[in-house]
């Protein structure tokens, strides 16, 4: 099920008309903070994770988001209602089934529009460096050579992450392959990417990740990353919230 809360025009120029946060997930590492507000709700410096991230989105003049929503999500509409009357969102429905991030993007595939869009995890929090930094992976992308380009950040910069990185890039930024076993990745993928949506298809039915996508990308050398130029932080526990807290007092 869908439903529109507002409507606004869509914004032009080379950032993508439309944004889709996913917000859907349990939060089962936030605990207790999540046992009442779904994870995007947990407050970092006074304001819910998922108002920095639109912030972000408005910055870089987009107005047009897709949600997904299934914890807890009757809290989580009801904020976005109240705090960004201005913006154009639009629900995808997860409450009867969650679909992890790849079955989530296929369900909102039919509400995307034409386009590259922009995909944001709901619990980002980054700080722009020099530029803004939607706006750089926008200037970024190039359709005629990519269907997936993903934010990173050198593994020694990505703040709060535990593992041992993601991706291996080359020097033009293609993506060439994932972490080997028993290695450490030099880049880490930080929840913000644009995708050509003629990637979300092919999938099976229900919940699966995203990495399905990126594989086929990755394998048809269209898939890049861009290095993030600013500030990053992984927000997976009530620790890393007070960390996040205690580092952006000086930054």
Known sequence: MTRQLSLRPDPGGAVP???MVMAAGLGKRMRPLTITRPKPLVEVRGRPLIDHVFDRLRAAGIARV????????????AHLRRTWPDMEI???DEREQLLETGGGLVKAKPLMGEGPVLVVNGDSLWIDGPVDTIRLLAARWDPAAMDALLLMVPFARANNLGGAGDFRLAPDGRIVGRRRAGTVAPFAFVGVQILNPAIITGAPEGPFSTNLFWDRAIAAGRAYGQVHQGLWFEIGTPAAVTRTEAMLLDA
């Open 66 to 77: 897709i949600v997904n929503v299934h914890y807890l999500a009757d809290s989580l509409e």
């Open 90 to 92: 639009i629900i995808s």
């Open 17 to 19: 008309r439309t944004a």
